[in-house]
Protein backbone atom coordinates (compact mmCIF):
# COMPACT_ATOMS: atom_id res chain seq x y z
CA UNK A 1 0.00 0.00 0.00
CA UNK A 2 1.36 3.43 -0.51
CA UNK A 3 1.27 6.00 1.81
CA UNK A 4 0.12 9.56 1.01
CA UNK A 5 1.61 12.19 3.00
CA UNK A 6 -0.13 16.06 3.05
CA UNK A 7 2.96 17.50 2.04
CA UNK A 8 3.99 15.75 -1.03
CA UNK A 9 2.97 17.19 -4.37
CA UNK A 10 2.09 20.69 -2.91
CA UNK A 11 4.53 23.03 -4.71
CA UNK A 12 5.12 26.00 -2.53
CA UNK A 13 7.89 28.53 -2.27
CA UNK A 14 8.97 31.20 0.07
CA UNK A 15 8.74 35.38 -0.26
CA UNK A 16 12.16 36.37 -0.97
CA UNK A 17 11.81 39.40 1.34
CA UNK A 18 10.45 37.78 4.60
CA UNK A 19 10.45 34.13 3.61
CA UNK A 20 7.01 33.52 4.54
CA UNK A 21 5.64 30.38 2.37
CA UNK A 22 3.62 31.44 -0.17
CA UNK A 23 1.63 28.96 -2.67
CA UNK A 24 2.55 28.52 -6.61
CA UNK A 25 -0.37 29.88 -7.55
CA UNK A 26 0.09 33.16 -5.49
CA UNK A 27 3.64 33.30 -7.15
CA UNK A 28 2.79 33.08 -10.34
CA UNK A 29 -0.01 36.06 -9.97
CA UNK A 30 2.37 38.20 -7.98
CA UNK A 31 5.54 37.11 -8.63
CA UNK A 32 7.76 37.95 -11.31
CA UNK A 33 8.35 35.97 -15.16
CA UNK A 34 11.68 34.08 -13.12
CA UNK A 35 9.18 32.74 -10.81
CA UNK A 36 10.60 34.74 -7.83
CA UNK A 37 8.39 36.34 -5.16
CA UNK A 38 9.87 39.52 -4.27
CA UNK A 39 6.88 40.60 -1.72
CA UNK A 40 3.97 39.32 -0.16
CA UNK A 41 0.91 39.63 1.70
CA UNK A 42 2.57 39.08 5.24
CA UNK A 43 5.32 42.28 4.44
CA UNK A 44 3.38 44.38 2.00
CA UNK A 45 -0.30 45.36 1.50
CA UNK A 46 -2.15 43.80 -0.98
CA UNK A 47 -3.12 47.45 -2.49
CA UNK A 48 0.92 47.46 -3.22
CA UNK A 49 1.11 43.84 -4.25
CA UNK A 50 -1.95 44.72 -6.97
CA UNK A 51 0.57 47.28 -7.98
CA UNK A 52 3.10 44.81 -9.13
CA UNK A 53 4.90 45.16 -5.70
CA UNK A 54 5.61 41.17 -5.57
CA UNK A 55 6.86 40.92 -8.88
CA UNK A 56 10.25 43.42 -8.13
CA UNK A 57 12.37 44.77 -5.46
CA UNK A 58 11.15 47.98 -4.17
CA UNK A 59 12.58 50.80 -5.53
Do not use: I, K
Not at 15 to 20: F, S, V
Not at 22 to 45: K, M, P, Y
Amino acid sequence: MEHVHPDEGTDQTTCENCGTHVSASFVRVFGDNEGTLHRCSECTTVSELMDGLGSGPRQ
